[in-house]
């Protein structure tokens, strides 16, 4: 029989019992068991104990031995699954027959393609280290993203996940209830905002300090991160670093890092390509290079740019007990579903139209309170030139731009336009639209205003 289907039924086996797919590590020490490997030579390669290669194995042959319901060991793991999954493929219909996926498998539950596809939680209460963390009052409608990324974590084991989207969208309230929803499937669950910027020597320092003892934390990075690291493989860990665009420049282009902080990448890429069994959340306004190159080889690493709440957006303005019902979905496009800007404009229809959104909607152009221009005004500050030159060209046009008339209107090198334009979409900054082959740019109506507002002459 050919190992990869026998992996494969053990890799069922598992996930039938635990939620969770087999590891890396976990393929490699079935792999070589069944080449009749020793876990001596097995560590070796690996660079670590026969101890912690004995006791993950051990792990496995227990699951087996539970869910076959037969002594499964190192000796007889091969010719034990070998023969359940003949016997299960001969007889699909035999009595207490599981079925997962196309595979039949031991008795447990009938309640079979269920217990695939939702993993069982380990019921253990896991260490939280929220520290800063916001506390949620209210939160509206966002399933289909909390679905998205709990398959990612849970189902497909990512280890690293960008989430992604202007300011205010939503992204940290968001992992806070996404941590509310899947926090028993992990020992340890830490988030950490970076919005004063710290050096990764400080960031690791701190994360160190939540597994063991300061006295044993290493002084220098290099010893630093393969410290973290074994933790990730020792203990599942959910950890959000949130604000990473703190480590970002402003003045460059997006994704940027600050002189001092490069070696953050080193360590976002470790942690993606390393086999380990936890995951890491980065929260930030722009994308970095180095996620955008690890996701498209890497099939544990994913990014998610949060978009409009939304008709959940109504909620917010329910709450602030607003009237005129029809308008609303205006309201809420125009402000792109973004939460924070619809909350710095309710206090406006409310103090100054008596909370009639009609009434504010027939204002001139788009209205935006001081606030939400001081939000817009930190994001702005961020761009280049270049990118300023195209947004405030694309703020005079009416309609989306294809990319050769905004190569003759705004007067910059090919490269510097189609990098900038690369960065303000990282930044999300830019609504793109595909008819064809073509793609339009153009910019939602908020920025739009923000950039008349602020950069217009009277006479533009
Ligand atoms: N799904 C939601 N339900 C209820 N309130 C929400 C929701 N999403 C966002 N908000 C509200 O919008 C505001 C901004 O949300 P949040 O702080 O999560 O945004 P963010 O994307 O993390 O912004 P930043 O990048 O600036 O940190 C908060 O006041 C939050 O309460
Ligand atoms: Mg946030």
């Known amino acids: 029989m050919e190992l990869k289907e026998i992996l494969r039924f053990a890799d069922e086996l598992v996930f039938s019992k635990t939620g969770n797919h087999l590891d890396d590590l976990q393929q490699a020490i079935l792999r070589e068991t ?34 076959l319901g037969q002594n499964v060991s190192k000796t007889n793991v091969r010719v034990t699954l070998e023969r359940s999954l003949l016997a299960n493929i001969s007889s699909p219909f035999g009595k207490n027959v599981l079925r997962i996926g196309d595979i039949n498998i031991c008795p447990q539950t009938s309640q079979s393609s269920k217990v695939a596809q939702k993993p069982q939680q380990t019921q253990t209460q896991p260490h939280m280290d929220l520290g800063d963390a916001p506390e949620i009052f209210s939160f509206y409608d966002r399933t289909p993203q909390l679905a998205t990324l709990e398959t990612w974590i849970l189902h497909d084991r990512t280890r690293l996940i960008a989430l992604l989207g202007i300011s205010g969208i939503g992204k940290t309230i968001l992992v806070v209830r996404l941590i509310e929803q899947i926090q028993t499937n992990f020992d340890y669950v830490i988030y950490r905002s970076l919005r004063f910027s710290p050096t990764l020597n400080s960031t690791l320092i701190n994360l ?46 997006a994704g940027q890092y600050k002189t001092g902080y490069e070696d953050y990448q080193l360590f976002f890429k ?13 929260i930030s306004w ?130 510097d336009l189609l990098n900038a334009m690369q960065s303000l979409g990282m930044r999300s900054f830019l609504d793109a639209e595909e008819q064809g082959k073509t793609t339009f740019f153009s910019l939602n109506p908020v920025m739009k205003q923000y950039v008349k507002n602020r950069y217009f002459q009277p006479n533009d």
């Open 34 to 67: 069944f080449q009749g490997q020793r876990y001596a030579k097995i560590a070796q390669d690996r660079n670590c104990s026969e101890g912690y290669i004995r006791g993950v194995a051990s792990e496995m042959w227990k699951i087996f031995s539970e869910v």
């Open 208 to 253: 160190l300090q939540i597994f063991s003892d300061k006295t044993d934390i290493p002084q220098n990075i290099e010893a630093q991160i393969p410290q973290l690291l074994d933790n990730l493989r020792k203990y599942r860990c959910l950890i959000i670093l949130d604000d990473v665009q703190m480590l970002f420049s402003s003045g460059q282009l």
């Open 286 to 415: 722009e994308k970095t290079r180095e996620i955008a190159k690890l996701e498209r080889v890497n099939n544990y690493v994913h990014s998610l740019v949060l978009g409009s709440l939304g008709i959940a957006a109504k909620e917010i303005l329910k709450q602030q007990n607003l009237s005129d019902e029809d308008a609303w979905e205006t309201l809420i496009n125009t402000y792109q579903g973004n939460p924070l800007w619809l909350e710095l404009t309710t206090t406006i229809v409310q103090d100054l139209f008596g909370g009639s959104v009609s009434e504010f909607l027939q204002c001139d152009g788009v209205v935006l309170s001081e606030s939400l221009q001081a939000q817009l005004d930190q994001q702005f500050q961020r761009l280049t030139q270049q990118e300023l030159a195209i947004m405030i060209q694309l703020a005079k046009e009416n309609e989306p731009l294809s990319l050769p008339p905004i190569f003759k209107t705004v007067q910059l090198s090919t490269s």
């Open 270 to 282: 470790l942690i993606a390509e390393v086999c380990h069994h936890s995951c890491s959340i980065l």
